[in-house]
């Protein structure tokens, strides 16, 4: 009788493990859904210098100089923090560019889940800064980004 449940364990333990290989990919957003969520306006707030929003196709090349959204100051700024939210089942790369008068910072994330709320960037930069650039170059599936620029003016 041993016999017999031992090998249905296995098969059960094997299967098991098969399946787990093969987890499911990303499943494609709905467009209309992801259109209603890049018109919405994103956070406002006293300390909200810039919020910047793209859409990005899987496969999509956008890892140039200058690729993704820039946000030009008109006077320079102190910038806190950067946080960054996605659409979708997505999961991407973020690079963000802080530019100032003396320094050009990078900071980023890979492999951030959107599914998994926000993404903080260590963005403390006290500098006088002038510009903040932020790029998705990577996505499994097409899906939309939001960055908040959060710091003071002067």
Same mark, same amino acid.
């Given at each position: 009788?041993?016999?017999?449940?031992?090998?249905?364990?296995?098969?059960?333990?094997?299967?098991?493990?098969?399946?787990?290989?093969?987890?499911?990919?990303?499943?494609?957003?709905?467009?209309?859904?992801?259109?209603?969520?890049?018109?919405?306006?994103?956070? #406002?707030?006293?300390?909200?210098?810039? =919020? @910047? /929003?793209?859409? $990005?196709? %899987?496969?999509?090349?956008?890892?140039?100089? +200058?690729?993704?959204?820039?946000?030009?100051?008109?006077?320079?700024?102190?910038?806190?923090?950067?946080?960054?939210?996605?659409?979708?089942?997505?999961?991407?790369?973020? #690079?963000?560019?802080?530019?100032?008068? =003396? @320094? /050009?910072?990078? $900071?980023? %994330?890979?492999?951030?889940?959107?599914?998994? +709320?926000?993404?903080?960037?260590?963005?403390?930069?006290?500098?006088?800064?002038?510009?903040?650039?932020?790029?998705?170059?990577?996505?499994?599936?097409?899906?939309?980004?939001?960055?908040?620029?959060?710091?003071?003016?002067?």
């Amino acid at each position: 009788m041993h016999l017999r449940v031992v090998p249905v364990a296995v098969a059960l333990v094997l299967s098991g493990a098969a399946l787990s290989a093969c987890a499911p990919s990303p499943a494609e957003p709905d467009r209309d859904a992801l259109q209603a969520w890049v018109q919405d306006p994103g956070t #406002e707030g006293a300390d909200v210098l810039a =919020s @910047l /929003t793209a859409t $990005v196709e %899987a496969g999509a090349e956008v890892d140039g100089p +200058g690729d993704g959204v820039i946000v030009d100051f008109p006077s320079p700024v102190a910038v806190d923090r950067i946080e960054f939210t996605c659409f979708g089942e997505a999961t991407v790369s973020i #690079e963000a560019e802080i530019a100032g008068r =003396s @320094l /050009t910072r990078g $900071v980023g %994330a890979e492999g951030a889940r959107c599914d998994e +709320g926000t993404v903080a960037l260590d963005a403390d930069y006290q500098a006088e800064v002038s510009s903040v650039r932020v790029n998705v170059p990577q996505t499994d599936v097409a899906t939309a980004w939001r960055a908040t620029v959060y710091g003071a003016e002067g």
